[in-house]
């Protein structure tokens, strides 16, 4: 290693995952990033998600870059979207970092004997903790009957979300016709900014709005934020115009539904900032959807082969399976033919699958981890239950299922559910895994509703 770095730094490095010694940074690289020179940096894991980075410039007078690579998986696992770095005054620090990358840090410093801190600012500090898993579930002797909230929408084993990134044309012309042929939904990942004056870049968006507006109104598909321009941003304005602009846009194009989407900051772009990415995504109701995602381009090879692997694993362990496309037709990034075979192949897996969009399988995660089911009376005619969830019913409008079950069986005809207000809820007969299990829909909020199995 021809970089010289600090001896604690050194031993991290060395050890890798593995930690030994008194260097464990929990899993954290750090090093000046493309440097030889006799600068270094130190750093020390101060606290869980607190790491302090030292630097010692010794004769170096130019501008040092200092690299902090966080774990992304495992227990040790930074949340990256809550990351920020100050100085020794508690001034946040500009970062930059790649946008589906957000766990690498790149941090510009002069070269003077000074300290920093990177710091994960807990987001949800002083909410209530999620509830346990069991807080999902109701077994009532004096009925029978157990209840509980579905793993995913309508008692699916696995969800499917199928992205497509930069608001191409065949979007318009080839995807979403053969999406609609296969009755499935996809997500739009857009770039809706405006062509930019003495930019290269077209905006193939602003070519085709009025068939994007018809695409958003008709509400089959999810449109999805990919930034205003797909272009790196230089500081916080520039940031919060690249998101801001993107989100009002979509917002504009769908009145009156949930301003709640995905968000993917597209890659090869850079992002300089002193806030973390939380600041953007609550501040323009965004989840960060760039990661865990498999590329569906013909050119990573046997793009069908391995979607039916990925796609029978999700299923087997009950996941979450992300894919995404770029282009579509002959000669471009997936041929029409690789992406029907794809199709081809969740078709015959439908049964098993929720294939929706990301911002509605997103919503419906959030919503179940935040929901509890209380039990409020119960004797052998009815059965009484309160439902609650944490999650904001404007952007959280996502329905969840639940589930009833009765050793002995059930029949849906001889089940009535009523909400608080003696509504009738529609219940409607499972799949036939053998278990008769029945199901029925409900809004993510407060409320109460009875179950009245007939003899
Ligand atoms: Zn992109």
Known sequence: MSRRIGLPVLLALAAGPCESGGADLGGVTVSLDAYRGPASVTAELEAPFRLRLAVHPAEEEGALV?????????????????????????????????????????IPVPAVAASYVV??????????PKPPESARIIMDAPTGLRLGIARWYDGRRAALSIRFDDSHPTHLTRAVPILREYGFRGTFMVNPGAAEPGSRRRSDFAERAAEWRALAQQGDHELANHTAHHRDAKGDEEMEAEIGDAARAIWAMTPGKSTLMALNLGGGTFWETTRNLRYYLDRYHLFDASGNSTGMDDSYGDRVGNFRRMLEQHIERGLWLRVHYHYIGEGLS?????????????????????????????????????????????????????????TDPELHDQPLTLEITRSGGLDASRVAIQDEGGMAVPVRDGDGTGDAVLRFDVAPSEATYSIEPKP
């Open 66 to 106: 200092i690299r902090v690579v966080l774990p992304k998986t495992g227990p040790r696992a930074w949340p990256a979207e809550d990351v920020e770095v100050r100085d020794s005054r508690g001034e946040a620090m500009m970062v930059r970092r790649a946008g589906i990358e957000w766990a690498r840090l790149l």
């Open 119 to 128: 710091r994960v600012v807990d987001p949800r500090a002083g909410e209530s």
């Open 334 to 390: 997936s041929s029409e033919a690789n992406f029907r075979a794809a199709l081809d192949i969740a078709k015959a897996h439908q049964s098993a699958l929720w294939i929706a969009g990301m911002a509605d399988i997103h919503k419906y995660q959030t919503e179940r981890e935040s929901a509890r089911l209380t039990l409020l009376g119960s004797d052998d005619a009815r059965l009484k239950f309160r439902i609650a969830c944490q």
